[in-house]
Nanobody, 121 residues
Framework: QVQLVESGGGLVQAGGSLRLSCAAS????????MGWYRQAPGKQREVVAT???????NYADSAKARFSISRDDARNTVFLQMNSLKPEDTAVYYC???????????????WGKGTLVTVSS
């Protein structure tokens, strides 16, 4: 059984920074693309940033120049460094991994349970 656990959310003032982490545990053989998504109250979940196995990154327009995604494959972990936070960044942030397990022929997509980020004005 694979689990993703996020950490690092919290309350921060506008202009501040937070660093989110998400680690996979369980029967992980390898991990493909990792990503961060967010869902604000009353809105649909949206992608924030993704990073491929080769390190190629993609960002939502709202995250460019302020957020940075990185991965540590030795620790099955992805990070999201968020700087210059704005009140509109307030949301529950979810990590998403595509994981291959030793017992399965094909990979599967896994989600974390989310971590709340609140940015006060």
């Amino acid at each position: 059984q694979v689990q993703l656990v996020e950490s690092g959310g919290g309350l921060v003032q506008a202009g501040g920074s937070l660093r989110l982490s998400c680690a996979a545990s369980g029967s992980v053989f390898s991990i493909g693309t990792m990503g961060w998504y967010r869902q604000a109250p009353g809105k649909q979940r949206e992608v924030v940033a993704t990073i491929s196995t080769g390190g190629t990154t993609n960002y939502a327009d709202s995250a460019k120049a302020r957020f940075s995604i990185s991965r540590d494959d030795a620790r099955n972990t992805v990070f999201l460094q968020m700087n210059s936070l704005k009140p509109e960044d307030t949301a529950v942030y979810y990590c998403n991994f595509f994981i291959w397990e030793p017992s399965r022929v094909s990979g599967m997509e896994y989600w974390g349970k989310g971590t709340l980020v609140t940015v006060s004005s």
